[in-house]
């Protein structure tokens, strides 16, 4: 069906930065939104950044000025540039995506919410 593979993710120091990315892969008809959310420790997942296919973003106050996120719609796939990291960024971060793709026996579906396994981002000096 359709698989999304995380990438980027490690150890850095606070200051540091890193790029994560998420590729799609499958029998995709149409990507619609894709994005990123993060979960640490004995907190809920939430929104980091989020585009559009049109290109609009939107971003969680926490990391305004500091994480860009952006995408390459030929190889579905979207980005997380962070930059000036704290260890307060640290968590796991899962790619999310709205797409609609064709099951084993070729019905179209559409899902809002499809999500990655996470990469592990960890921010300590």
């Known amino acids: 069906q359709v698989q999304l593979v995380e990438s980027g993710g490690g150890l850095v120091r606070p200051g540091g930065s890193l790029r994560l990315s998420c590729a799609a892969s499958g029998r995709i008809l149409s990507l619609d939104d894709m994005g990123w959310y993060r979960q640490a420790p004995g907190k809920e997942r939430g929104l980091v950044a989020s585009?559009?296919?049109?290109?609009?973003?939107t971003y969680a106050d926490s990391v305004k000025g500091r994480f860009t996120v952006s995408r390459d719609n030929a190889k579905n796939t979207v980005y997380l540039d962070m930059s000036m990291l704290q260890p307060g960024d640290s968590a796991v971060y899962y790619c999310?995506?709205?797409?609609?793709?064709?099951?084993?026996?070729?019905?179209?579906?559409?899902?809002?919410?499809?999500w990655g396994k996470g990469t592990l981002v960890t921010v300590s000096p």
């Open positions: 999310n995506v709205q797409l609609c793709y064709y099951t084993e026996n070729d019905t179209p579906i559409c899902q809002r919410d499809y």
């Open positions: 585009i559009t296919s049109g290109g609009v973003t």
